[in-house]
């Protein structure tokens, strides 16, 4: 199940957020602007520099990865998360693995989702952006593995959620891995939502 140097790269990913503009704090301390101590956030695309405004809506996610343990799924690649979130759903199935994360306490749920999954092998093409060729929703963008080899991406950007898909070809057939981040009670902000899924796509690694 090792991947081959050309066969580096998946992941896939859903989750939520809220509350990123400056002044914005309806779901959390909205005039607490003292930077939080965590560190930077660490993987291939280190796109923030710095720390996290407390209140903010990225300080919900942390500022730091933390590697996700994949052991006992049956997964080909494994991937890290922001530190912030919880683990809600683990589900399996023979050609798919479905990882939930929550962001954020409301009153019933989660501030912020976020939806990490591989499916495969498929029968899908090579190049993710041509799977989604045909649905406005979607632009083409790029993701780069953890070896420093870049993908094709299919992205969504919506209100309320981001969704980065990238393919990955193995001797078995296509894997389609997927990160999405979206709001859940809190307002959404998808600036973060984009940073976050594409810190946690260029994350994804084969697992040992």
């Not at 009670?185 to 973060?192: H, N, R, S």
């Amino acid at each position: 199940m090792d991947f081959s140097r050309r066969e580096l790269l998946g992941l896939v990913a859903l989750g939520a957020l809220a509350g990123c503009s400056s002044g914005d704090g309806g779901d959390s301390e909205a005039g607490n602007t003292e930077p939080t101590a965590t560190p930077t956030m660490g993987g291939p695309s280190d796109d923030s520099a710095g720390t996290s405004l407390a209140g903010s809506c990225a300080s919900n996610f942390g500022d730091t990865l933390q590697a996700y343990d994949a052991s006992g799924r049956g997964m080909v690649a494994t991937f890290a998360y922001p530190m912030g979130g919880e683990v809600t759903t683990e589900q399996d199935e023979d050609d798919s693995h479905v990882t939930g994360l929550g962001y954020g306490r409301g009153d019933i749920s989660p501030l912020h989702t976020m939806t990490v999954s591989e499916t495969g092998p498929t029968g899908e093409p090579a190049d993710a952006t041509e799977a989604y060729e045909f649905d406005d929703r979607f632009e083409s963008g790029t993701v780069t593995t953890f070896d420093g080899q870049e993908r094709p991406a299919a992205i969504r950007r919506l209100e309320d959620s981001v969704t980065y898909i990238f393919h990955v070809g193995r001797s078995d057939g296509v894997y389609v891995f997927s990160v999405q981040t979206s709001a859940g009670e809190a307002d959404p902000c998808p600036d973060v939502y984009d940073s976050v899924s594409r810190r946690v796509a260029e994350s994804f690694e084969p697992v040992a």
